[in-house]
């Protein structure tokens, strides 16, 4: 089964949430995440977003950079950088949409195009 996996350049917790939020408001156009930049407010997660990941048919996993590292630690893997999104198909990673890809991304709509462009 094919999966989609979004990893954000950003650690996982409550604490790096409140650096994060505070990152975007001090000084947004130096926040390292454009996928957490374009899907969620400082808060929450955009609406428009959460909307269409639902329409998605397949799988999506959401994983902070450090999550990712623990489930996806190999020797054999090769050394990405974040954040990326991988499509997951019968165990193997390949980059679906490449870091530069995803820092270029200029607003919600297209990341959204790029995510069904993967898709199709």
């Not at 990941?53 to 999550?67: A, C, G, N, Q, Y």
Request: aromatic share 10%; hydrophobic share 45%; charged share 25%.
């Amino acid at each position: 089964m094919e999966k989609l996996i979004f990893v954000y350049n950003a650690n996982a917790g409550k604490l790096n949430a409140l650096l994060d939020a505070g990152h975007k408001i001090v000084s947004p156009s130096t926040y390292a995440c454009n996928i957490c930049d374009l899907t969620h407010g400082i808060f929450r997660e955009r609406k428009e977003w959460i909307r269409f990941r639902e329409s998605i048919k397949i799988p999506l996993l959401f994983l902070h950079k450090d999550e990712f590292m623990k489930v996806y630690a190999s020797k054999w893997l090769p050394k990405y950088e974040f954040p990326i999104i991988l499509l997951e198909t019968s165990g193997t990673l390949e980059v679906a949409i490449s870091t530069k890809e995803c820092q270029e991304l200029e607003n919600l709509p297209a990341l959204m195009k790029a995510v069904k462009k993967v898709l199709l």
